[in-house]
């Protein structure tokens, strides 16, 4: 089975994200920041994990980095409710340093579950 | 035979004036050497006249050198061999003048000089010319094969001018010319030999003398100019002379010692027993050599030097005495110490920039480290064996296999050098980042290694600074995420997308819950499109915002915080544990700014007030106030040019304060210490944004459990600040 570590800090998101992977039929880890993904990360093993990027006592961005440092090849799904402003798009940055798939928040989740049946489709590097 | 007797006659007689001349020579040279020069030529000339009156009748009726005509009186054929011999002998200024004196004569007293008078002397001048020029004394001894080479050089054509003479002659008798001819041919070489060995002899023994003073001399500037010290005593060890040398290591002059018994001066009292003993064995046939012994001179300088005794036989074999030479090695002692110095400061300036140093025998596995290494690693010098197994044991298990690779590639030649960062573990267990460098420094023919040298950096703490600037990055990220966000619709606008992530998400989630025709799958549709609305207008709103973001305006912030104070009047009013204290300085200037930002400052740092006095309340302050243009750092701001004046805004509570670690991410996005349905964390960003995005600066003052200050600065335009 499929399994997947969630990480965003507000709740309502991270609940109905959790419930819609479930019933998707994914092991579904969730967590409320990037410290605890990649404590989460060190103690078990994930196919697929899908964080939001801006984030209380550790970003996504370094989620991402750190995730990817501990195991490279895992594969990323990053997504942002504010990565539209200014100059500096969050998301672009993500995909830069490995995120497979990016979606700006907010996104509909035929969409993400679309993408995460396509990732665990691939083979796993 | 009368001729031969003649002949004889005048030999002898050449011969006798000879000796008379070695024997003026020699009493010349010793009692008036600066007339020596020309006692030769003085001689020569005079001889070589007598012998020019010497008239050879070689047959009765026949007289040699004699015209028909006319009666000559000189005849230099026998002068000749003197002209020659003056010229091999005393030199070539010396035979020119005598033969110029022969030939004068002959000119003179003959009336004319006639061929026959002439060639002879240029013949012997010749002859004497080239004998000198390859056998001259000046080089060597003349032999008396030289001499009778001379003599029948001389002797042939005098026997064909005299044939030539006698052949037309009345009364020819072919027999007596050829006894003649052969009389001649005998008599000259004869004559040369006879002479040329005299005459030779006193220059023989000026020359010898020469050669012997020459070999004196040089001897005596040899033992002068002698580096080393040479002492030479007698056969009862008395000291009979000493060079320069020695003269200036002893310090004494050579009168001062010559004559003493050894040197016992020179030598502290304790050694010269010792040199005593040894002295006397050299002299009963043993030898000294390098032996070190300090001088001390008569000013009382040490001089410590190397000495060789030896002892001098004459050609008998029987002592003449003891020769010392002794070496000044001072110099090298001096070398020594410096070259000892300079080891000490290779090895201070190795363990002064904290280099571990190791030598690996590739061929005996000896791996030989010095005392910084060991203590680098925390071992105590010289207690602990160190193999090379121990040493990739060290290296921290991520870093092995790579350092372990760079190796293997620098042993097999394939870098020139190894040069590898890496972790090494210390004894106490812990990790030391090191830069490891090192390189093969001996191959065999096959180019196996076999030694290898390296040295050790310990790098921890660059590393622990380049972690240091990575958190700076970091930090640096964080800040220009704030920029982003930090702003009022940036903000928003974030927080808005993620509650309409919710909506849409559950509303997605609802839907697939309910069977596909259930009705309220339309409503659920409804939510889905008004949501896809609102994100729109959260775009359209970010638009907006950004170009709203450039107005300003006149703004009363006196008047904003008692509007936000009314705003809060519900939450406030009911709190009788709250005291509010409005303190608004009457000369607080208006500022150029935007009016919904800066009461979004206002009520955010008042909310966060109230909620600091949540529990046990307190008193809220607000205070307003004109600043100088000078009362701030511009540093903190974002301005080029200080402005006008300041007006300053503070916000106080007496609440529950802020933990001192959470100080310095205070203003961070999303930093937030409430819970999660408390706040979300922008509003203290927010601010940030706020107030440096107007010129101004932020800062807060608090004490746990004393209450917090929030004091924000913003510059007031020239025409406001009167």
């Known amino acids: 089975m499929t399994r997947i570590l969630l990480v965003d800090d507000d709740k309502d998101v991270r609940d109905v994200l959790h419930s819609i992977l479930l019933s998707s039929g994914y092991e579904v880890e969730a967590v409320e920041d990037g410290a605890q993904a990649v404590a989460a990360f060190r103690l078990s093993s994930f196919d697929i994990v899908i964080t939001d990027i801006v984030m209380p006592v550790k970003d996504g961005l370094e989620t991402i980095m750190e995730i990817l440092e501990l195991r490279p090849g895992t594969k990323i799904i990053a997504m942002s409710g504010g990565g539209r402003l200014d100059n500096v798009d969050f998301l672009e940055t993500a995909k830069a340093l490995g995120a497979s798939l990016t979606f700006n928040k907010p996104f509909n989740l035929r969409e993400l579950i679309g993408g995460i049946e396509q990732l665990a489709a691939e083979p796993a590097e | ?722």
């Open chain 2, 1 to 722: 035979m009368a001729q031969f007797v003649n002949l004889s006659n005048s030999i002898l007689l050449m011969t006798m004036l000879m000796l008379a001349f070695s024997w003026a020579l020699t009493s010349i040279r010793r009692s008036l050497p600066s007339l020596q020069r020309f006692t030769g030529m003085l001689m020569f000339t005079g001889i070589a006249l007598i012998a020019s009156f010497v008239i050879i009748p070689l047959q009765e009726g026949v007289i040699l050198n004699r015209g028909a005509e006319r009666l000559h009186w000189v005849d230099p054929s026998a002068a000749t061999i003197v002209i020659a011999l003056a010229i091999v002998l005393a030199g070539v200024l010396d035979g020119l003048v005598t033969a110029v004196a022969v030939a004068v004569l002959a000119y003179f007293l003959n009336g004319s000089l006639s061929t026959v008078m002439l060639l002879p002397v240029l013949y012997s001048v010749a002859a004497g010319l080239v004998v000198r020029h390859f056998w001259g004394l000046h080089r060597d001894f003349i032999s008396s094969r030289v001499l009778l080479l001379l003599g029948l050089a001389l002797s042939l054509p005098q026997a064909v001018l005299f044939y030539s003479h006698f052949h037309s002659a009345p009364n020819f008798e072919p027999k007596a010319m050829l006894a003649s001819m052969a009389v001649i041919i005998i008599a000259y070489p004869t004559a040369a030999l006879v002479i040329g060995n005299l005459v030779s002899q006193p220059y023989h023994q000026i020359l010898l003398e020469n050669q012997l003073l020459d070999t004196q001399e040089r001897n005596r500037q040899m033992v002068k100019l002698a580096g080393n010290a040479i002492v030479n005593f007698n056969a009862d060890l008395e000291v009979i002379d000493y060079n320069e040398e020695a003269e200036r290591i002893f310090g004494y002059p050579r009168q001062y010692l010559i004559g003493r018994k050894y040197l016992s001066l020179l030598f502290p009292s304790y050694i010269w027993a010792g040199i005593e003993t040894d002295a006397q064995r050299v002299m009963d046939g043993g030898q000294i050599r390098e032996h070190e012994v300090q001088v001390v001179s008569r000013d009382g300088k040490e001089t410590p030097m190397i000495w060789s005794f030896s002892r001098i036989t004459n050609a008998r074999d029987e002592p003449l005495g003891m020769m010392a030479i002794g070496q000044d090695i001072s110099q090298r002692k001096r070398n020594e110490l410096k070259l000892a110095e300079n080891e000490e400061r290779v090895r201070l300036a190795l363990s002064g920039a904290d280099l571990a140093m190791w030598d690996w025998n590739l061929a005996t596995e000896e791996f030989v480290t010095n005392d910084r290494w060991a203590d680098m690693l925390g071992y105590v010098p010289d207690v602990q064996d160190t193999d090379v197994a121990s040493w990739d044991e060290r290296i921290h298990p991520e870093d092995r296999d790579h350092v372990l690779a760079c190796m293997e590639q620098h042993l097999s030649g394939d870098t020139d050098s190894f040069e590898v960062e890496y972790r090494m573990r210390r004894r106490n267990g812990d990790y030391l980042w090191v830069l490891s460098r090192a390189r093969v420094i001996q191959r065999n023919e096959e180019g196996q290694p076999l030694r290898m040298t390296g040295t050790l950096l310990d790098i921890s703490q660059r590393v622990a600074s380049e972690q240091e600037r990575r958190r700076l990055e970091r930090q640096l990220r964080y800040s220009q995420k704030m920029e982003t966000i930090g702003t009022l619709a940036g903000g928003i606008a974030h927080d808005f997308n993620n509650i309409l992530q919710a909506i849409m998400g559950y509303t997605t989630l609802g839907s697939t819950r309910l069977p596909d025709d259930h009705p309220v799958q339309h409503d659920l549709e409804r939510v889905l499109s008004a949501s896809d609305r609102a994100r729109s207008l959260v775009d359209q709103m970010l638009v907006f915002s950004r170009q709203a973001q450039q107005s300003r305006a006149l703004v009363d912030v006196e008047q904003l915080c008692r509007e936000v104070l009314r705003i809060l009047g519900p939450q406030l009013d009911p709190r009788e544990d709250i005291e509010v204290v409005l303190d608004i300085a009457p000369d607080s200037p208006q500022i150029l700014a935007d009016p919904t930002q800066i009461h979004q400052v206002v009520m955010n740092l008042v909310i966060n007030a109230l909620h600091a006095m949540k529990d046990g309340g307190g008193r809220l302050g607000i205070s307003l106030r004109r600043l100088d243009s000078a009362a701030v750092d511009l540093e903190q701001t974002g301005l080029a040019e200080p402005p006008a004046a300041w007006l300053e805004l503070v916000v106080s509570d007496t609440g529950c304060g802020i933990d001192p670690k959470h100080l310095s991410r205070l203003f961070e996005p999303f930093f937030t210490t409430k819970s999660v349905e408390e706040g979300t964390g922008l509003g203290l960003s927010v601010v940030h944004g706020i107030v440096t995005n107007h010129g101004g600066a932020i800062n807060v003052d608090s004490e746990p459990g004393q209450g917090s200050r929030f004091i924000a600065v913003m510059p007031v335009h020239g025409d406001l600040a009167s």
